[in-house]
């Protein structure tokens, strides 16, 4: 059974960066899409960021474009999320999720997403 784990997370300034990182097993992140989520304290879990399988092609929500981007190590098993010019409304719990097979399109949706990871805190301080 695959599973994911997030880490990475932790309180930064305005403007500043943070990567996070989200570590697979049972389960290889090369050949499926990944997406990035986000939940704020009393909002709903949003879409971040999407990575497809194949042709690495890469989406991001309107929020973050230019700021985040999504990156793979396949050798570690492991997608990250570099987060840039950090804001307050950027304060969540960050989630990684991977497709159930191989696939090279682009999902927004939480319910296109079969594993979850538990979420890492973010904190966008002055």
Do not use: H
């Not at 990944?34 to 939940?39: A, E, L, S």
């Not at 990575?51 to 190590?73: L, P, W």
């Not at 979850?116 to 973010?122: C, F, L």
């Amino acid at each position: 059974q695959g599973q994911l784990v997030e880490s990475g997370g932790g309180l930064v300034q305005i403007g500043g960066s943070l990567r996070l990182s989200c570590a697979a097993s049972g389960l290889t992140f090369s050949t499926r899409a990944v997406g990035w989520f986000r939940q704020a304290p009393g909002k709903e879990r949003e879409f971040v960021g999407a990575d497809s399988g194949y042709d690495r092609i890469s989406d991001y929500a309107t929020a973050v474009k230019g700021r985040f981007s999504i990156s793979r190590d396949n050798a570690a098993n492991m997608v990250y999320l570099q987060m840039n010019s950090l804001k307050p409304e950027d304060t969540a719990v960050y989630y990684c999720a991977a497709r159930f097979g191989d696939g090279g399109s682009l999902y927004y949706r939480e319910r296109d997403y079969s594993y979850w990871g538990q979420g890492t805190q973010v904190t966008v301080s002055s």
